[in-house]
C-alpha cells in the first residue's frame, strides 16, 4: 500500500495484540528508507519529460503524506529540485490530525492561488477528496495503480493514463 501516512500502511498491516509495536515499527522503517530504499525510487516513464514541459510555464508544487526529509533527497537524487516552487510534507505541519486539505490549504494561501488557476493531481481518493475540500480540480493519474484501483478512479475522476495525457488536460 502506497499513499496514506506511514503510520496507517504499518498499522494496518499489523496484528491488534502487535499494535504496541507501531512506533519501533516507524522508527526501523524510516531509519531502513532513509539510508537504503529512498534510493531505489524511480519515475515512472515519461514523468521526467512532463516536469521539463510544464516547468517553465506552470508553477509546481508537491503535496505528499511522505516525509520531508526523505521526500527532499528524492528530490534531488532525481535532479527535480529546480522544477518544484515547494514541497509540503505532512510532517511540516505539527498539528496533529493535520491532512492534505490542510496542505493545499496552507499552499494555496504561501503562494496567494485561493483564486488562480489551480490543479490537483493525484492517485488517491484521499487526494481527490482533499482538492474538492480545497476547492481545486482534481486528475487522478492512472499510471502505477492496480486494474482495480485504476479503473475505481478512472470512473469517478476526470483521469490521465501517462504522464503524456495531462498536458491536454490543464486548466
Not at 539510508?35 to 508544487?61: A, F, H
Not at 505528499?64 to 527535480?80: A, S
Amino acid at each position: 500500500m502506497i499513499g496514506p501516512p506511514l503510520p496507517v500502511v504499518l498499522g494496518s498491516i499489523l496484528k491488534a495484540e502487535d499494535s504496541g509495536k507501531l512506533n519501533e515499527l516507524i522508527a526501523a522503517f524510516e531509519e531502513h528508507y532513509d539510508q537504503y530504499g529512498l534510493s531505489n525510487t524511480r519515475p515512472y516513464e515519461g514523468v521526467d519529460e512532463l516536469l521539463i514541459k510544464l516547468s517553465p510555464e506552470i508553477q509546481l508544487i508537491i503535496v505528499t503524506n511522505k516525509r520531508h526529509k526523505p521526500t527532499k533527497k528524492i528530490i534531488e537524487n532525481l535532479c527535480w529540485a529546480d522544477y518544484f516552487s515547494a514541497t509540503y510534507t505532512l510532517d511540516m505541519f505539527p498539528k496533529k490530525g493535520a491532512n492534505k486539505s490542510d496542505m493545499i490549504n496552507a499552499c494555496l494561501l504561501r503562494f496567494s492561488l485561493k483564486n488562480q488557476r489551480c490543479l490537483y493531481v493525484g492517485d488517491r481518493e484521499e487526494d481527490a477528496v482533499a482538492a474538492t475540500i480545497s476547492g481545486v480540480p482534481f486528475i487522478a493519474a492512472l499510471w502505477g495503480l492496480s486494474n482495480e484501483a485504476r479503473q475505481i478512479m478512472k470512473n469517478r475522476y476526470c483521469s490521465i493514463e501517462t504522464p503524456d495525457d495531462l498536458i491536454g488536460k490543464l486548466p
